[in-house]
Every structure is written in C-alpha cells, then in structure tokens.
C-alpha cells in the first residue's frame, strides 16, 4: 500500500530514469529536507546520502552560505541574460574564477544549465569550428561504450548505453563509440592494465583509420566513467591515447560533469588521471547541485574561429534563455569561495585513502566481483561466480535489490547497468560517516546474497 504523498507522486509524475511500470507498485522515496551528508523522507527517516543526489551534491546539505548567496542575488537581481552583449557580476565573476581553476589553457567560459547542454554545445561548437576552419568533412565525434554525455538527440548518441539508443532511433550517424575502458571486464586472461590500455589505444587508432581521420572531429572521455558504472581507466591508459588522438588531429574533450570540482581529489579528474584535454565540460558541483549551471571551457583556437565565424555570419548562432542564470552563477561564487576557504578538494584527497580502504575491504564479501574506486567515487560490481566472473541474469535485478536492501539500512546508494553500485558521498563527508556508509552497505550485501539463496538464483 502506498502512502499518501506516493499514491499522488505515482499518479501524477513521470520521474526520469524509472522503470514506469514496477513504480506503480513501489512506489517513490518521498525526500523533505537534508543536512550535512543526511536526508530525511517524508516519514522524518534519516538516509546517509552515498550518491551527492545524482553525484552533485558535494558540499552536503543544508549549506547556509549557499543558501545565503542566492536569497541575495533574487533579491538583487533575480533574471538577466547574456545575449546580445548584456552582461551581469555574478557570470563575469565566475567566468574568470573558473578561467583561473582550468587545468588547460582557456580563453572563454561559456555557461548552460546542465551536463548534457554543456556536451551538446561542445559537439555543435565542434561542428562550427571546423566549417570555420575549412574542414567540413571533420565531423564524426568518438565515445566509449558505457561512456554517458546526456539525453539530448547528439549527446544521448554519444552515450555508449544501450537504453539510450534502443527505440530512441539513436544514435544519429555521425557518432561512433570506442571500447569501454574497463579492466576487469575487457581484458584478455592475464593482460597487465598497461597492456590493456596499449591495446585500446591501438584499437581507437585502427578505428579512426577506418573511419578516415579527415572525418573525425573528436573523442569525448570521462576522467572516471559514471553512470557506465564508476569505471576506473586501467593504468596508462590516458598517456596511450592521447598521442593517437594527436596524430590525427582529434580533439580531446574531458566530461568532467562528475570528476570536476574534487571529486577524485583533485579540482578537475583531469589533472588526476594526466588527461589534456583542448575543452572540458562541466556542471553538478559547481554548484553543489543546489541550482542548475554547466558550462564549458572554450579554448583559444576554438575561440579565434568562433570570431571568424561570426564576422562571416554576423552573429553567433546558439545560447539558451538560462545560459550563465545570475542565482545559479553567485551560488556557484559562493560555492568556489567555500572550495578554496575551507579546502574541500585538499579535505578531499586526504579522506580518499580511508575510503578507498574501506570500498576494496568489500572485494571479500561473496557477491563483490571488484571494488575499485579512485578519490571519493567508487564502483561495486556483482557477480554470481568470482572466479569466471558470470553475472546473475539482468531480470533477476541483483543490484536493485541490493540498493533497496541499502535504502533499508539507510543508506543512499545507485544501482547501474551490469549489476554494478555506484558510491559517490558528499565531499564534505568524515571518516566516522565514511564507516557508516561502508557497514550499511556490506549488511546490504549480505541481506543480497541471503535473498539469492532463498530465491535459488544461479
Ligand atoms: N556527463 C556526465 C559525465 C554525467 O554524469 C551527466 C549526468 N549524470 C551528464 C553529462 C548529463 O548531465 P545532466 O543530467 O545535467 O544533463
């Protein structure tokens, strides 16, 4: 029986990302408020946040100087925008904060109010680019299998997930999707990550061949994959493709809407992992996820063929109504001002080892095939055999099983494609809070494997 509040969400909501026909039986999490790394549902339960929401909310909840900032900026000016030469304080001000945190040299800042806008823009940006440049075959952009951009029509077809694609008429042509980066799944028997990650290197190069490298535009990489997973690259793999990409003239673009910010310990998952990209994008913690703002960096030649652009069509043709919001933007100062203030991304890097610790401590647990993770993100994946590593069949819904037995415990946590769990608290979490997080998630893993018993699943 649902509650109240449920029966009326279910009635009412299409929710994204949700099995529309099982929800009419479950039901929703009906969330009221947070605090630090705790929310709180509708009954007044407390749930210890394991996601950051949908792995944005980096300062935790109830940040008051957050909430703060935007009062004054709606009080002061709540609406400006920035087209046709307007401009306002709170996007100039977070334009050249981020100018100076970019781990690759940029020219410009342009702002959207999501990830997939942010992606979206890089590829329409790419395309332009290379019309400007006198190159108008150089278009094909490259992803990864599992790899996830966004739901738009360009970037959901960039997207290497198949729910993405399958009855969405997706992907368009034009994009193409490079081997998934993932060890413990796509390695031969015994091949060494670096091995591994030569091999893939190779395989991206044969495949730009194939395509013709004059067709290509760009390869699209996050540092740490997200939704495919909480994927971790194997070592070298960065250094194996970039020179691939150099070579024939394929830009790099970091999707750092997950790793940007801290979340691998460093301000962006690029300087983490010796990614250089030409452009990243970014968005969920800039603002600690308390508004809706992405962007991208825009770098000088990109630039300078922007303004070739223009001068030939009189305009630049693109630019959303909430492109650079002035609320969203004095958060996102607010938030950049408590980053650097009080050392989150340093905080960071030191907690990191106890939570990695703690992630690779469930390796033991029966169901745990691997438990890799990097800063404060990490993935679990579930198997019904360690040894060669065969996973329960997709309708038996191990994982989802696994995180509702969580949500029991009180904990927060996500389950993706291929019965993996993904792990990714607030950056502002403590270590007391980090062992919390980690024994509600094994006695969820043990209630798991109790119920598979009990169900005589193979
Ligand atoms: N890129 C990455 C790496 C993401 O994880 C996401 C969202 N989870 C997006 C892009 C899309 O962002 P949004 O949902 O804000 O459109």
Redesign the pocket.
């Known amino acids: 029986m649902l509650s109240n509040i449920a029966a009326r969400d279910v009635e009412t909501l299409i929710h994204p990302y949700t099995n529309l026909s099982t929800f009419r039986e479950t039901g929703s999490l009906v969330l009221e408020r947070g605090h630090g790394v705790w929310v709180y549902d509708s009954d007044g339960r407390p749930y210890l946040e394991g996601m950051s929401g949908?792995?944005c909310t980096a300062l935790g909840y109830s940040n008051e100087e957050l909430v703060e900032a935007a009062a004054e900026q709606m009080g002061k000016l709540p609406f400006a925008h920035l087209f046709s030469g307007r401009s306002h304080d709170p996007a100039i001000e977070l334009a050249e904060t981020l100018k100076e945190l970019m781990p690759v040299p940029t020219s410009k800042i342009f702002f959207t109010s999501?990830?997939?806008?942010a992606?979206d823009a890089q590829i329409k940006l790419l395309w332009y680019m290379n019309n400007a440049l006198g190159r108008p075959l150089k278009k094909k952009i490259i992803g990864r299998r599992k790899g996830?951009?966004?739901?738009t029509v360009a970037t959901a077809s960039l997207t290497g997930l198949p729910a993405n694609h399958t009855d969405w008429d997706l992907p368009i042509p034009g994009f193409l999707h490079a081997a998934c980066p993932h060890h413990y799944r796509g390695a031969e028997p015994g091949e060494s990550e670096e091995a591994f990650s030569e091999r893939l290197a190779a395989e991206l190069e044969a495949q730009i061949l194939a395509e013709d490298p004059e067709t290509v535009a760009a390869f699209f990489v996050?540092p740490v994959m997200?939704?495919g997973g909480a994927i971790v690259p194997p070592a070298g793999y960065f250094a194996a493709i970039q020179p691939v990409l150099e070579r024939y003239e394929v830009r790099l673009v970091a999707?750092e809407?997950?790793c940007g910010f801290g979340r691998l310990g460093t301000w962006f998952g690029s300087e983490a992992l010796g990614i250089r990209p030409h452009t990243l994008?970014f968005?969920?913690a800039l603002t600690s996820g308390y508004l809706p703002l992405?962007g991208i960096s825009i770098d000088e030649p990109l630039y300078r063929a922007m303004l070739d652009e223009s001068v030939k069509l009189g305009g630049f043709g693109h630019g959303t109504t909430y492109s650079g919001h002035p609320v969203a933007c004095a958060v996102a100062n607010r938030a950049l001002h408590i980053y650097r203030r009080d050392r989150i991304v340093e905080r960071a890097a030191e907690k990191a080892p106890h939570f990695q610790a703690k992630l690779a401590s469930l390796a033991d647990h029966p169901l745990v095939g691997e438990a890799r993770g990097i800063g404060l993100i990490g993935g679990i994946e579930l198997v019904a055999d360690k040894g060669d590593k065969r996973q329960y069949a997709p309708k038996a819904g191990v994982a989802a099983r696994c995180v509702a037995f969580a949500q029991d415990e009180g904990l927060i946590v996500r389950f993706l494609m291929g019965d993996r769990i993904a792990v990714c608290p607030p950056l502002v979490i403590e270590t007391d809070e980090i062992d919390t997080l980690f024994e509600r998630l094994r006695r969820a893993l043990d209630r798991t494997a109790a119920w598979i018993a009990h169900e005589g699943l193979e």
Do not use: M
């Open positions: 949908l792995w999501s990830g997939s806008e992606n996830y951009h966004g739901v996050e997200g939704a999707d809407v997950i994008s968005a969920k992405g």
